[in-house]
Every structure is written in C-alpha cells, then in structure tokens.
Nanobody, 131 residues
Framework: EVQLVESGGGLVQAGGSLRLSCAAS????????IGWYRQAPGKTREGVAC????????FYQDSAKGRFTISKDNSKNTVYLEIHSLKPEDTAVYYC????????????????????????WGQGTQVTVSS
C-alpha cells in the first residue's frame, strides 16, 4: 500500500519558517515525482512545487519562487518543503502527492495544477500563520 505522510505543520508567527516533510512508502521512491499543493480556507487547491526524485530537478509556481524550497532525501524516501518569511496568506492545508510521470511537475508548477490528477495523495498537514 502506497502511503504519503506529511508532517511539520503547525502554528507559526509571520516571518518565521517551517519545513514540511512528505515521507513516502510502498513505492519505488526514485521512480516518482513528488509535488506539494496547498488549499487555503475557502479557496481551491493550488500547486506549489514539485521535484523529480530521479534527477532532483525542481519546479515552482511563480508565486512560490523565492520563499519556498523543495528538496529530497532519497535515503529517507522523503521530500521536504521549506517555507521562509511566512505570511498569513500562507495559511493552508499542505498536501504532497506523487506521480510516475514528470508531466505531473509541469502541471503542479503551472496555473493549471488542478487539471492533473496525481497517482497518490497524502492526507495533508495544517499550516497556520499568525500575524
């Protein structure tokens, strides 16, 4: 059974930083691309960043460039999302997802992220940024 388990969310003050983790099991980690989405209250889910676990190539939504960093640790089957200079508008549930095709990452990093359904989803982790 494939599982993606997010962790690292919580309540943070504006200006702070967080590192979210997405631990994968039940799949061949290096064969999959891992992406991060977020869904803010009352808004649709949006793609944030994506990484190829094979090559390490990263993809970012334009709005995520500069404050978000996606990285991986193949030895731990884990992908990370670091968020710096947190803002109240970063408050959302953050989800990771996995897909076999690299095309997935191009969608995650575009304004059409909802048009692609990845193979697997995590359950999400809440990030709340207080002002």
């Amino acid at each position: 059974e494939v599982q993606l388990v997010e962790s690292g969310g919580g309540l943070v003050q504006a200006g702070g930083s967080l590192r979210l983790s997405c631990a994968a099991s039940g799949l061949v980690f290096r064969d999959y691309n891992i992406g991060w989405y977020r869904q803010a209250p009352g808004k649709t889910r949006e793609g944030v960043a994506c990484i190829s676990t094979t090559t390490g190539t990263t993809f970012y939504q334009d709005s995520a460039k500069g404050r978000f960093t996606i990285s991986k640790d193949n030895s731990k089957n884990t992908v990370y999302l670091e968020i710096h200079s947190l803002k109240p508008e970063d408050t959302a549930v953050y989800y990771c997802a996995a897909d076999y095709l690299l095309t997935f990452c191009t969608y995650v990093s575009s304004n059409q992220s909802l048009r692609y359904t990845p193979d697997y989803w995590g359950q999400g982790t809440q990030v709340t940024v207080s002002s």
